[in-house]
C-alpha cells in the first residue's frame, strides 16, 4: 500500500489525474474503473481538464463503474448514471459503446449481474478508482459484506441512505454494485478519501488488521493499492 498524503483536496485531485493520464498514456485502451459521490469529482474535472488540452485521450478508453441504485431511471437525478454523464462522459470523448454501468432498470437482476461480471472477466480492469464511505464501504458493500462477494443487489444502511438523500431526495433503500472480489481483481486501485468524517475508515485500513465490519480493509491484501488522502 502506497500513501499519498496531500495538503488539500485539489492536490489530491491532480495526484489521482497524474497518475491515471500516466496509465493512460501507457495502454491508450485502458480499462477504468470508476467511482460517484463527491469525492471523484475533482478527479473528473481535473481528467476533462488534461483532456480539453489534448493531454488524455479517452477514444480508446473502456470503462465499468462501480454500483448503481435500485431501482432507478436512468433519467433520474440521483442515478449514478446521470452523474457519470454530467460530470464526466458527456465532457470527454468517449465511445459510448466502451462506457459500462450496472442497469437500475434492469427486470432481471440476477441477469445483469452475472452479465456485468461477464464482461468484466472480458476487459479486466486496469486502474479502479474508489471512494470510501464513512462505514468504510467501498462501492456498495456496506460493513458485513463477504470479501469473496462478486456483483449483487445489496440492502443499502440506514446510515448510507440518510447521507445519500438530500435535499428531501430519497434514494432506493437497495443498489446494484460490484461485490469486494471483484474490486480486488482490478490490477491497480487508486482510493481516494477526503475530510474528517473518513479519517476512521483511513485508520482502519492503514492501521488494523482485515475486519468484515470494514469493507475497506479487503484491500490491505491489494498488491497495488495507491491511497490518496487530505484527511
Ligand atoms: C457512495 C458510493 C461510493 C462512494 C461513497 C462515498 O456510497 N457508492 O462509491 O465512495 O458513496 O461518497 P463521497 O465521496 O461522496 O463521500
Known sequence: MFVIKTKNYRELSKRACDII???ILKKPDLTLGLATGNTPLGLYKELIKEYKKNKIDFSKVKSFNLDEY????????????YYMFKNFFNKIKIKKSNINMLNGETKSVKKECLNYEKKIKKNPIDVQI???GVNGHI???????DFNSKTR?????KETIKRKSRFGKKVPAKALTMGIKTIMKAKKI???ASGKP??????????????????????????NLIVIINI
Not at 443487489?153 to 444502511?157: G, P
Open 70 to 81: 435500485y431501482p432507478i431511471k436512468k433519467k433520474d437525478k440521483k442515478s449514478f448514471y
Open 153 to 157: 443487489l445489496i440492502e443499502l444502511t
Open 139 to 145: 462501492g456498495f458493500n456496506e460493513p458485513g459484506s
Open 198 to 223: 473518513k479519517a476512521k475508515a483511513i485508520q482502519h485500513l492503514i492501521k488494523t488488521k482485515s475486519d468484515k465490519d470494514w469493507p475497506v480493509t479487503a484491500l490491505k491484501k491489494h498488491k
Open 21 to 23: 493520464a500516466r496509465e
Open 190 to 192: 487508486i482510493l481516494l
Open 130 to 132: 474508489l471512494g470510501v
